[in-house]
Each structure stands twice: as structure tokens, then as C-alpha cells.
């Protein structure tokens, strides 16, 4: 089992939608969690962090955390076409050195 | 957020030579910068793990006398892959490791022909 699972994608959204994005992790002990935004050929952009559970907005952008499921989500609202990247679902598991997903590959379509 | 420079963005080298990659942490002193592999529709992968004054950790499957680290200051920490190889190929990523929330370099993308 992989530490960190995503949704390779490609998710396909039309422009103004809603684009949710799912990850899972394995250690019940991780305690940070990101989601990251690259483009291609980029290194990756921090988008969000949670650290408890609950729901974080930023923006258009809103993390949801339930640790005792072991789910991370990001919500996009109002989705453009600039949003069309991979995100990359990241755990701290005590570390610092960030374990991430494979990326979801998010479409937005115009 | 904290700034970290990645020298260079590209390279490309024949097979058998070696190449240095530059981390800089612009704004704050690292103690511990990280270093990620990225193959190409892959995720980031931990590498190794860069501490100033004392020898690198790295993952396993990495081998440490081809990919070596130094961290000799609290700004700079540079990652040498020697004696190249095509399977080397792919994009290198430092982070520093001093926050919770990790920044990253611009990335080097290297290709050995």
C-alpha cells in the first residue's frame, strides 16, 4: 500500500465548476498536511496546508482534513483554465521531509 | 514564505561526468535541507536529507557515493551526481526543511546524453 494515494485523473471540470480533489494516507500518526500545485516542467507550489480536522478556505481554495478516516480533500470553487495543473497531496509523518501522492492531473475546461 | 534558489535550472552532461547542483536558503539560516528526485509522470521522491556540519542521511535504494551532498553552511547545500548516467535523467528538487511548510527550489532538470 502506498503512503499517499491519489486519483491520477486526468479530472476534467468546466470552467467555473467545482474540482475536488481526493487523497488518502497511511500512517494514522501523520500531523501536516499540504497540497501543492505544479505545473509542468515546474517545481511544486504550496496551495494549502491543514494541520487539524475540519475545513480551511483560502480563497477559492477550501482543504478538508478527517484523520480518523485518513482523507485529505481539496475543493476548488469558480475553476479557470490557470488551474489546470497536477496537485500533489503531501504528508509530514513526523519527518519534515514530505511524503507525497502521485498527483491528480486537474482539466479545466474553457 | 521562506526563499530557496536552485542553481542551475537546466543541464544537460555526457554520461560519465559529473554535475553540482546548488540549494541557497535566500532569508533564513537551514539546518536541514531536503532532496527530492522527480521522474518524469512521477511524484516527488525523498532522496536525501541534508544537515549542515554532519554527513547526509539518504532513503534507501540511494547510493550515497554517487549522489553526494554537502551542506558545509547554513545557506548552501549542493547535491553532485557523479558519473552520470541516461537513468539519472530527471528533475531535482531542494526544499528547506526548517518549517512545517516546505518551499521549494526551482527545480534542475538534467539530462545525460
Known amino acids: 500500500q502506498k503512503e499517499v494515494e491519489q486519483n491520477s485523473g486526468p479530472l476534467s471540470v468546466p470552467e467555473g465548476a467545482i474540482a475536488s480533489l481526493n487523497c488518502t494516507y497511511s500512517?494514522?500518526?501523520?500531523?501536516?498536511f499540504f497540497w501543492y500545485r505544479q505545473y509542468s516542467g515546474k517545481s511544486p507550489e504550496l496551495i494549502m496546508s491543514i494541520y487539524s480536522n475540519g475545513d480551511k478556505e483560502d480563497g477559492r481554495f477550501t482543504a478538508q482534513l478527517n484523520k480518523a478516516s485518513q482523507y485529505v480533500s481539496l475543493l476548488i470553487r469558480d475553476s479557470q483554465p490557470s488551474d489546470s495543473a497536477t496537485y500533489l497531496c503531501?504528508?509530514?509523518?513526523?519527518?519534515?521531509?514530505?511524503?507525497f501522492g502521485s498527483g491528480t492531473r486537474l482539466q479545466v475546461q474553457p | 514564505g521562506a526563499v530557496v534558489s536552485q542553481h542551475p535550472s537546466w543541464v544537460i552532461c555526457k554520461s560519465g561526468t559529473s554535475v553540482k547542483i546548488e540549494c541557497r536558503s535566500l532569508d533564513f539560516q537551514a539546518t536541514t535541507m531536503f532532496w527530492y528526485r522527480q521522474f518524469p509522470k512521477q511524484s516527488l521522491m525523498l532522496m536525501a536529507t541534508s544537515n549542515e556540519g554532519s554527513k547526509a542521511t539518504y532513503e534507501q535504494g540511494v547510493e550515497k557515493d554517487k549522489f553526494l551532498i554537502n551542506h558545509a553552511s547554513l545557506t548552501l547545500s549542493t547535491l553532485t551526481v557523479t558519473s552520470a548516467h541516461p537513468e539519472d535523467s530527471s528533475f531535482y528538487i531542494c526544499s528547506e526543511g526548517s518549517n512545517t511548510e516546505a518551499f521549494f527550489g526551482q527545480g534542475t532538470r538534467l539530462t545525460v546524453v
Open positions: 500512517d494514522r500518526g501523520s500531523q501536516s
Open positions: 503531501a504528508v509530514d509523518t513526523g519527518r519534515r521531509a514530505l511524503t
